[in-house]
Nanobody
Framework: QVQVVESGGGLVQAGESLRLSCTVSGLTFDDRRMGWFRQAPGKEREGVACMNWRPGQENTYYADSVEGQFTISRDNAKNTLYLEMKSLNSEDTAMYYC???????????????????WGQGTQVTVSS
């Protein structure tokens, strides 16, 4: 059984940084696609950062809106995916979700339809 669990959300001031974590267990495939998504009230869920990965090789993609502001990374030993977010502003307020799927190609991976497994989300609120 696959489990995806996000953590690290919270209330921060504008301009501050935050790191989200996503622990994944139960995956039975080595070639993986992992992504971070967010959904603000009344808006569609959007992909912000993703990673295609197989042992010894990876690539990453970012939404234009967070390029240079967010960084996706992973720690294989801990089965954990991270999202480092800096210079946060009110537009970054949303529920953040982590997702996983088997990797089928090295292409763009920000579309939510590509993912099979989802966490419950962690709330990020940025006050101005």
């Amino acid at each position: 059984q696959v489990q995806v669990v996000e953590s690290g959300g919270g209330l921060v001031q504008a301009g501050e940084s935050l790191r989200l974590s996503c622990t994944v267990s139960g995956l039975t495939f080595d070639d993986r696609r992992m992504g971070w998504f967010r959904q603000a009230p009344g808006k569609e869920r959007e992909g912000v950062a993703c990673m295609n990965w197989r042992p010894g090789q990876e690539n990453t993609y970012y939404a234009d809106s967070v390029e240079g502001q967010f960084t996706i990374s992973r720690d294989n030993a801990k089965n954990t995916l991270y999202l480092e977010m800096k210079s946060l502003n009110s537009e970054d307020t949303a529920m953040y979700y982590c997702a996983a799927a088997p990797m089928t190609n090295w292409g763009m991976c920000l579309e939510k339809e590509l993912y099979l497994y989802w966490g419950q989300g962690t709330q990020v609120t940025v006050s101005s």
